[in-house]
């Protein structure tokens, strides 16, 4: 997609404050610090109109991006930070529980793990509960550029053998410094935006 008209529509907390457009959402997920930030910024062609921070936990809220007048990017809070409170935790999971399981217009989740190591049992968690709910997964491996190219292999492999990822289940390797996947990440994005209703039988 050429995306030249993007903006940050709302920062939500509530069911109540989301969209009402009926535009296709497509929620992006991962630990905390795993670059999905990073990952809409190069999506949408910004530099920094998706808040990046080197702090683990920043995103607390559901955050909004329109593109285009046509689809919405919608940041989930980071999952597995150990130093955000237990009550705030379990707000953020409500939050998103609730978000995943019951808007109709989420299209599918695009999952980011760390391509420098294998994934996290939190990963692991992460992609067993959205297959449970039939939710189309994009898994992007992030931070490619600091892997080596002959280790991209090595990697694919020990993403889909550590999560277990399903056959159908695609993987893309990316980097935000070098753009890396970023054309195969849209085509899948694309493609979803297509179905008029995402199948969860």
Same mark, same amino acid.
């Given at each position: 997609m050429l995306v030249n008209d993007v903006s940050i529509r709302i920062s939500a907390v509530a069911p109540s404050q989301y969209p009402t457009d009926g535009w296709p959402e497509i929620a992006l997920v991962g630990r905390s610090n795993v670059g999905k930030s990073s990952l809409t910024n190069k999506l949408i062609n910004r530099k920094a109109l998706a808040r &990046? @921070? @080197?702090?683990?936990?920043?995103?607390? &809220?559901?955050?909004?991006y329109e593109v285009e007048h046509q689809l919405f990017f919608v940041d989930v809070p980071g999952y597995g930070y150990a130093k955000? +409170?237990?009550?705030? =935790?379990?707000?953020?999971?409500a939050m998103i529980e609730a978000y995943l399981t019951e808007r109709s217009v989420l299209r599918s989740v695009v999952q980011l793990v760390d391509g420098r190591h294998a994934p996290t049992a939190d990963d692991i968690a992460m992609y067993q509960y959205l297959a449970y709910y039939h939710l189309p997964v994009l898994v992007v491996a992030t931070k490619m550029d600091k892997v080596k190219p002959s280790q991209y292999n090595r990697s694919? +492999?020990?993403? =889909?053998? &550590?999560? &277990?990822l399903s056959p159908g289940t695609p993987l893309v390797l990316f980097s935000a410094e070098t753009g890396l996947g970023k054309d195969a990440v849209w085509e899948w994005i694309e493609a979803r935006m297509q179905d008029p209703e995402r199948s969860r039988a």
């Open positions: &990046t @921070s @080197s702090a683990p936990g920043k995103t607390q &809220t559901l955050n909004f955000v +409170s237990k009550a705030k =935790r379990a707000a953020f999971g694919e +492999s020990a993403v =889909r053998k &550590t999560m &277990t």
